[in-house]
């Protein structure tokens, strides 16, 4: 059983469309993350959240909106995609806080045509 | 604000050599620090991570890191390359909120 699993893992698409990345753990971790890494590797949080509480929400387009159904799951959905938006989004989740470490998705590679 | 800095984007030794990349970081309390690594086309993958337990932290895949708290360094080592070692490494600093650092590409040549 994956451990966090991100649906899906290549998606191509046209730049105005919106789309939603899914992301699922079964660690019974109680925090969920979204970072995005770009082409040169850098990688940035985007959202944090805490048993289904936002707790970090960085500057972000407001195209860009995280939904938590519970705390297994953590949902990105994005609107209007832009070329800038290609890029690599990781899914993670931590135990409480991220002091104890992240356990990683392996990836939904984004690309904006 | 904590921050970590990786010194040198890329490091190639040859196998066998020893495995050398550099992590300094910044933090105005006690950190949490992590070495993780990512090979092609994956997630990152957690190497091992220092709580204050002890300055030596072994991790898997033979790496260890020691903390310095006079250098605010926490290197990572491995005493021989493996071919299989060729990946990107990331070191991290958490204090209830994880950053990590732009990345060490290391590659190991035959």
């Known amino acids: 059983d994956t451990a966090v699993s991100q649906t899906p893992k290549y998606l191509v698409t046209q730049m105005g469309n919106d789309k939603s990345i899914k992301c699922e753990q079964n660690?019974?971790?109680?925090?969920m993350y979204w970072y995005k890494q770009d082409s040169k590797k850098f990688l940035k949080i985007m959202f944090s959240?805490?048993?289904?509480?936002?707790?970090i929400n960085e500057t972000v387009p407001n195209r860009f909106s995280p939904k938590s159904p519970d705390k297994a799951h953590l949902n990105l959905h994005i609107n209007s995609l832009e070329l800038g938006d290609s890029a690599v989004y990781f899914c993670?989740?931590?135990?409480?806080?991220?002091?104890?470490?992240?356990?990683f998705g392996s990836g939904t590679r984004l690309t904006v045509v | 604000a904590q921050s970590v800095t990786q010194l040198g984007s890329h490091v190639s030794v040859s196998e066998g050599a020893l495995v050398l990349l550099r992590c300094n970081y910044s933090?105005?309390?006690?950190?949490?620090l992590f070495w993780y690594v990512q090979y092609p086309n994956q997630g990152l993958q957690l190497l091992l991570k220092y709580t204050s337990a002890a300055t030596l932290v072994k991790g898997i895949n033979g790496f260890e890191a020691e903390f310095k708290k006079s250098e605010t360094s926490f290197h990572l080592t491995k005493p021989s390359a493996h071919m299989s070692d060729a990946a990107e490494y990331f070191c991290a600093v958490s204090y209830n909120d994880m950053r990590f650092g732009a990345g060490t590409r290391l590659t190991v040549k035959p």
């Open positions: 993670a989740s931590s135990q409480e806080t991220s002091n104890y470490g992240y356990t």
């Open positions: 933090s105005s309390v006690p950190p949490y």
């Open positions: 959240y805490n048993n289904k509480e936002l707790i």
């Open positions: 660690l019974g971790h109680d925090t």
